[in-house]
């Protein structure tokens, strides 16, 4: 395992997490093996949400913890908040009363007295950031959030929460894969009249280079969310074949190659995987022992579709 500083912020943080999304489906044995064995492998950083299976996940993951004898100081803990009503009026809230009250309420379930990373989960289009900021600022003087962020943000978006927000904001969660590429395609394609050419994102890429914002790729396996998985899509046949290949050539998982791929981007990214099968995590460390040289690199992202200009 490979260990970076997120957000020049934030040090000691494995380069891979484990997203916990799923694990409240997850039986109590079931839960203490995807546990041990992200431990064994060297992961440390675990990733929330209020609203992953209503916060049953976090419980879970928090007596989890317990069972598997793991200290909250071998940890690093990251919730998300923002989201309302998932299931029944889906919508946005930024509000200072429902961040603190969401935060709180996921403290009790993970049972810590503090969350290393906090991100807004996703944009809200009435956010106030003066009341994000007096929100923020209550939960680290009480010491009960370390560090923030964002998630699907572009950079203005950041720029204003920035204006008001004193914490620098460390982290940016966005989809990236070798068949969820919008990030990499308007760059190479700047000054062409092509689909690709066209900013979709603000440059969140380089924005977020320039800024020292760590960008955490999730959903790395799929095209999209209404999409599914990118390797039982007909439209990415290739690109599943291509990584077939690679994988087979460096002798690792597939899992390991596509996260090999993502982490062969000088951004130093990190990956969010989220499955909960032992095996897989296991089997995905093993990126790190991968170097694609450029050609290498360019063909998987070919093989997706992609053309070169």
């Given amino acids: 395992m490979k260990y970076i500083s997120v957000g020049n912020e934030l040090e000691q943080a494995s380069q891979l997490v484990l997203g916990c999304m799923r694990m409240a489906e997850k039986s ?33 993951f928090a007596k989890g913890l317990q069972d598997a004898g793991i200290s909250r100081d071998q940890v690093i803990i990251q919730s998300k908040c923002g989201l309302r009503d998932v299931h029944t009026n ?26 290393d990373v906090l991100l807004l989960h996703r944009p809200d289009a009435l956010v106030e950031p003066d009341e994000v900021a007096e929100a923020f600022d209550r939960l680290y003087q009480a010491g009960k959030v370390r560090y923030f962020g964002v998630s699907n943000q572009n950079p203005y978006q950041i720029e204003l929460l920035q204006k008001s927000v004193k914490q620098p904001l460390v982290v940016n969660q966005l989809q990236f894969g070798p068949a969820h590429t919008p990030m990499i395609d308007q760059g190479l394609n700047a000054n062409m009249h ?13 924005y977020c280079r320039l800024k020292d914002i760590t960008i955490q790729p999730w959903s790395p396996f799929q095209v999209d969310l209404a999409q599914g998985l990118f390797m039982d899509h007909p439209k990415y046949v290739e690109l599943t074949k291509t990584l077939k290949q690679f994988a087979e050539q460096y002798q690792v998982s597939f899992e390991a190659i596509v996260l090999a791929w ?6 130093n990214m990190q990956p969010i995987i989220g499955t909960m099968n032992p095996e897989r995590i296991r089997s995905s460390v093993a990126a790190f022992d991968v170097d694609l040289p450029r050609s290498e690199w360019y063909e998987i992202y070919k093989s997706a579709g992609n053309i070169l200009p």
């Fill in 194 to 206: 092509n689909s690709f050419a066209i900013n979709r994102d603000g440059g969140v890429l380089d």
């Fill in 262 to 267: 993502i982490l062969r981007h000088p951004a």
């Fill in 90 to 115: 889906y919508h946005f809230d930024f509000s200072k009363e429902y961040i603190i009250d969401s935060v709180e309420a996921s403290l009790k379930r993970l049972q810590t007295d503090y969350m």
């Fill in 28 to 60: 109590s044995d079931e839960i203490v093996t995807v546990l041990k064995t992200a431990q064994e492998i060297g992961i440390n950083f675990y990733d929330h949400s209020d609203v992953y299976a209503g916060g049953e996940s976090e419980a879970k």
